[in-house]
């Protein structure tokens, strides 16, 4: 598999998108753990002290100042939950229907859209000046961070040199703790600040560092490329930065659902006909759900309604009213689904299981419409 921005951690087309971040940052106020479940707080570890030390007797070849090495790693350390994360990624498929219920919800259309008029200047600047739509932009900032919400608050020195001393992956997460190390280096953050998701990526659109380090743009003119800060624009400019030279062609569509599209990502569902600038998307998350997502976003934020075309049942016979509504049921009868969208993901799967379990059924967790005319 050829590593592009994010597709080394999670197939954003295969989770739940939010999948890719963690819950919004905590204000730290007693270091970079503060705030952190234990798992994520540096724990005693002999073999990772040997291979930080290891490393640190090598660093000045990959160009790294004694000054930078001294300051990423003080505080860093051993995170057990990065390595049980990264052991653990199973490949959880989702129908299109499902993810683009998660991609395209109306919450996340009615903030994208509040957040394109917050940020309509600096968003129509960044398409004047490389030629990518400013809705696109901002989709890719909803899908990665939920419009800068959630962009991880995992200290990246700690995650990676974590990752890298594992060894699964032992030789790209040492490439990206160098990256990381090298933009502490560069002045652009401190080594308390740069915090990310659990596999090293970081800010508003989930850069990892080795692609801040090739694409990352200071669009403010502060002389810092501050993917992180409060103000977005730095990130944005950034993906937009990346969609240009990964290959976006200036005043041309994503793409459209279309009654003769050639793709078709799940059996009776919609199909699409795409441009070039879909496969410049995928070079963000190499997945066809992802970039149909980001594109129905940015048709959503620009003012579009939902697709036209319907899906079919799902494998338990049941439409997304169904699966909806079943949900409804469910926590009126007090088993917490999660909320009520139709995507019957593991907390959905929990409810059912108990209902089934207080009417003395199997608890099997599966879905069905005698299940439903049972609530």
């Known amino acids: ?7 080394f951690a999670l197939t954003l087309g295969a989770v739940g998108l939010s999948a890719c971040v963690s819950s919004p940052a905590p204000k730290r106020s007693g270091g970079k753990s503060a705030g952190l479940a234990a798992e994520f707080r540096p724990q005693a570890n002999a073999g990772y002290d040997a291979w930080v030390a290891s490393f640190k007797s090598r660093a000045g070849g990959y160009g790294l100042s004694a000054a930078t090495v001294t300051a990423g790693f003080r505080g860093a350390g051993y995170l057990p939950g990065v390595v049980k994360r990264d052991r653990n990624q199973t490949e959880f498929k989702r129908s299109l229907e499902d993810y683009l219920s998660i991609a395209a919800s109306d919450e996340r259309v009615a903030k994208g859209r509040a957040a394109f008029a917050r940020h309509r200047s600096t968003l129509n600047a960044l398409e004047a000046k490389y030629g990518v739509d400013a809705t696109i932009i901002c989709a890719i900032w909803g899908l990665e961070s939920q419009y800068g919400e959630r962009m991880g608050d995992i200290p990246i020195i700690s995650s990676t040199s974590t990752l890298a001393f594992d060894g699964r992956r032992g030789a790209f997460f040492e490439k990206q703790l160098v990256a990381a190390l090298k933009i502490i280096q560069n002045g652009d953050i401190t080594a308390d600040r740069m915090v990310g998701s659990w596999a090293g990526a970081m800010g508003h659109t989930q850069f990892i560092p080795t692609s801040y380090q090739g694409f990352a743009v200071d669009f403010t003119g502060d002389g810092r ?3 992180w800060s409060v103000d977005p624009s730095d990130a944005l ?24 599209g050639t793709l078709q990502p799940q059996a009776g569902g919609p199909k699409f006909s795409t441009t070039g600038n879909f496969r410049a998307i995928k070079r ?25 075309g319907s899906f ?16 409804k049921r469910l926590t009126a009868r007090g088993f917490d689904t999660g909320g009520a969208d139709g995507v019957l993901g593991p907390k959905s799967q929990a409810a059912i299981s108990d209902y089934q379990r207080s009417k003395g059924l199997a608890a099997t967790g599966i879905p069905s419409q005698d299940l439903l005319r049972g609530l």
């Open 284 to 308: 963000y998350n190499n997945s066809d759900a992802y970039a149909i997502g980001v594109g129905h976003l940015s048709d959503r934020i620009g003012g579009a309604g939902p697709l036209r």
């Open 1 to 7: 598999m050829t590593f592009t921005r994010r597709n």
């Open 225 to 227: 490329r501050d993917i």
């Open 312 to 327: 079919p049942p799902d494998a338990n016979g049941l439409t997304k009213d169904d699966r909806i509504l079943l949900q």
């Open 237 to 260: 400019a950034s993906t937009a930065a990346y969609l240009q030279r990964n290959g976006w062609t200036r005043g041309i569509k994503w793409g459209s659902e279309s009654a003769s």
